[in-house]
């Protein structure tokens, strides 16, 4: 079975700062990994994913995160936040056992101050 | 692409009323999954089906809730009776298993209130 932990329930930080959003995660078998974002009153959207390959992944609106196996992290950052990045900010696991199985944290709160 | 419809968006409700959500996944996704998001928490997986079929239900508290989704398309999701602790966001999303990542695509989601 795989877990996810998302280390911070609220990030505050100014506009025009950069951030960091920490995700670690369990896994007996390999994963791919996600990080979702969610406005109010809204679904999730997918910001990036990592899959195989490069461990930088790049995503939309400017975030990219990186996957560390050795430390089984894949922490999300943006070197410039805007106002309009606030938001809740979710990292998910998916694995395959026979099924493929997502497990989605906790949940990050994002806010940007003017 | 149309992307995944839910309905209705907000539902107001008496502990001990019924309640039915709707869903309509991407076309071409045979997989839909129907999730609890509580104030404050992550989404939490109640079912998820391949086509008709029922793949995990393990979270799905089964005396009252129940889902179908009866020609491999769209699916619905009932609470009867409906509890206070049933207050939640009711997100619905679907993917192509063929995609070997699983990403899934989010619906709107149905915010319940028990009062």
């Known amino acids: 079975a795989q877990s996810v932990t998302q280390l911070d329930s609220q990030v505050p930080v100014f506009e025009e700062a950069p951030v960091e959003l920490r995700c670690n995660y369990s896994?007996?078998?390999?994963?791919?990994l996600f990080w979702y974002v969610q406005y109010p009153n809204q679904g999730l959207q997918l910001l990036l994913k990592?899959?195989?390959?490069?461990?930088l992944v790049k995503g939309i609106n400017g975030f990219e995160a990186e996957f560390n196996k050795s430390q089984t992290s894949f922490h999300l950052r943006k070197p410039s936040v805007h106002i309009s990045d606030t938001a809740e900010y979710f990292c998910a696991v998916s694995a395959y056992t026979g099924g493929f199985k997502t497990i989605f944290g906790a949940g990050t709160r994002l806010f940007v101050k003017a | 692409e149309a992307g995944v419809a839910q309905s209705p968006r907000y539902k107001i409700i008496e502990k001990r009323q019924s309640v039915a959500f709707w869903c309509n996944p991407i076309s071409g996704h045979a997989t839909l999954y129907w999730y609890q998001q509580i104030l404050g928490q992550g989404p939490k997986l109640l079912i998820q089906f391949q086509n008709n079929g029922v793949v995990d239900d393990s979270q799905l508290p089964k005396d009252r809730f129940s889902a179908e989704r009866l020609k491999g398309v769209d699916s619905t999701l009932k609470i009867q009776p409906a509890k206070l602790e049933d207050s939640a966001v009711y997100l619905c999303?679907?993917?192509?298993?063929?995609?070997?990542?699983?990403?899934?695509?989010f619906g709107p989601g149905t915010r319940l209130t028990v009062l």
């Open positions: 999303a679907s993917s192509n298993y063929r995609e070997r990542s699983n990403e899934q695509f």
């Open positions: 896994s007996s078998v390999s994963v791919y």
């Open positions: 990592y899959l195989s390959g490069s461990t």
